[in-house]
C-alpha cells in the first residue's frame, strides 16, 4: 500500500511492480483491465487482458483485427486503461497511444505462444460483434489456424494516475509524459 510518507518515484515503483505482477501471478486484480476507446460519438468500454507490460513501460493486449475496439482505434489512437487492486485499494488509470501489431514481428513473436484453444479466439468464421439469430451461430471456426486477424496493440502512456483509498487520508499521483520528459506531481484526491 502507498503511504504519505512515499515518494513520488517510491510510488511510481510500487504500482509498475502490479503491473508487471499482473502478467505473472495468477489471479492479479490488474491482469483484467478496462479498456476505453471512442468512436467519434461514444465511449466504448470493454474489460480485455493485460498480457505484458514490457521493460519500455508499455502495455500489450491482444485482440481479433475484426473487433469493434479495432474500428474505434482506426479513427483514433488513444485510449485510456483502468486498473483497480480491490486487497490493496489501489487504483491506476492510464491515458495512451495505441501502436497496432498486425501480421509483423510482434504479432508472429506472441502468436507462437498463444496455447491451447486460445486461438480460437482470433480465428473464429465471424467476425466479433457480427449479428446472429443464436448462439450457436458463432461456434464455427477456420480449418486453417492462422494469426491473420490476431493483434497486438500496444499501448504507450502519456499520462498514468495513481489514487491509494485510505479512509480519509488517500493520496493521488500523476506522472505525465510532456515532450519526452515525464513530469510528477502529487494531486489533491
Same mark, same amino acid.
Given at each position: 500500500?502507498?503511504?504519505?510518507?512515499?515518494?513520488?518515484?517510491?510510488?511510481?515503483?510500487?504500482?509498475? &511492480?502490479e503491473?508487471?505482477?499482473?502478467?505473472? +501471478?495468477?489471479? $492479479?486484480?490488474?491482469?483484467? #483491465?478496462?479498456m476505453?476507446?471512442? !468512436? =467519434?460519438?461514444?465511449?466504448?468500454?470493454?474489460?480485455?487482458?493485460?498480457?505484458?507490460?514490457?521493460?519500455?513501460?508499455?502495455?500489450?493486449?491482444?485482440?481479433?483485427?475484426?473487433?469493434?475496439?479495432?474500428?474505434?482505434?482506426?479513427?483514433?489512437?488513444?485510449?485510456?486503461?483502468?486498473?483497480?487492486?480491490?486487497?490493496?485499494? &489501489?487504483?491506476?488509470?492510464?491515458?495512451?497511444? +495505441?501502436?497496432i $501489431?498486425?501480421?509483423?514481428? #510482434?504479432?508472429?513473436?506472441?502468436? !507462437? =505462444?498463444?496455447?491451447?484453444?486460445?486461438?480460437?479466439?482470433?480465428?473464429?468464421?465471424?467476425?466479433?460483434?457480427?449479428?446472429?439469430?443464436?448462439?450457436?451461430d458463432?461456434?464455427?471456426?477456420?480449418?486453417?489456424?492462422?494469426?491473420?486477424?490476431?493483434?497486438?496493440?500496444?499501448?504507450?502512456p502519456t499520462?498514468?494516475?495513481?489514487l491509494?483509498?485510505?479512509?480519509?487520508?488517500?493520496?493521488?499521483?500523476?506522472?505525465?509524459?510532456?515532450?519526452?520528459?515525464?513530469?510528477?506531481?502529487?494531486?489533491?484526491?
Amino acid at each position: 500500500m502507498i503511504e504519505p510518507n512515499n515518494s513520488l518515484e517510491e510510488i511510481f515503483q510500487i504500482v509498475t &511492480l502490479e503491473f508487471k505482477k499482473a502478467t505473472n +501471478v495468477k489471479r $492479479h486484480p490488474f491482469k483484467y #483491465v478496462v479498456m476505453n476507446t471512442t !468512436n =467519434g460519438t461514444a465511449v466504448n468500454s470493454r474489460y480485455v487482458v493485460l498480457r505484458k507490460y514490457t521493460v519500455q513501460g508499455t502495455f500489450l493486449i491482444f485482440t481479433d483485427a475484426r473487433s469493434e475496439k479495432m474500428t474505434d482505434l482506426k479513427t483514433n489512437k488513444t485510449c485510456s486503461l483502468l486498473f483497480y487492486h480491490d486487497g490493496k485499494k &489501489l487504483q491506476a488509470r492510464v491515458n495512451g497511444t +495505441v501502436i497496432i $501489431h498486425q501480421n509483423n514481428e #510482434v504479432t508472429q513473436q506472441y502468436w !507462437n =505462444g498463444v496455447k491451447g484453444t486460445s486461438d480460437k479466439a482470433y480465428t473464429s468464421v465471424l467476425a466479433p460483434g457480427e449479428k446472429i439469430t443464436k448462439p450457436e451461430d458463432a461456434f464455427a471456426w477456420d480449418e486453417k489456424i492462422d494469426s491473420s486477424n490476431f493483434t497486438v496493440l500496444e499501448i504507450v502512456p502519456t499520462a498514468i494516475e495513481i489514487l491509494q483509498l485510505n479512509r480519509d487520508e488517500h493520496i493521488r499521483a500523476q506522472y505525465a509524459n510532456l515532450e519526452g520528459e515525464v513530469e510528477a506531481t502529487f494531486l489533491a484526491p
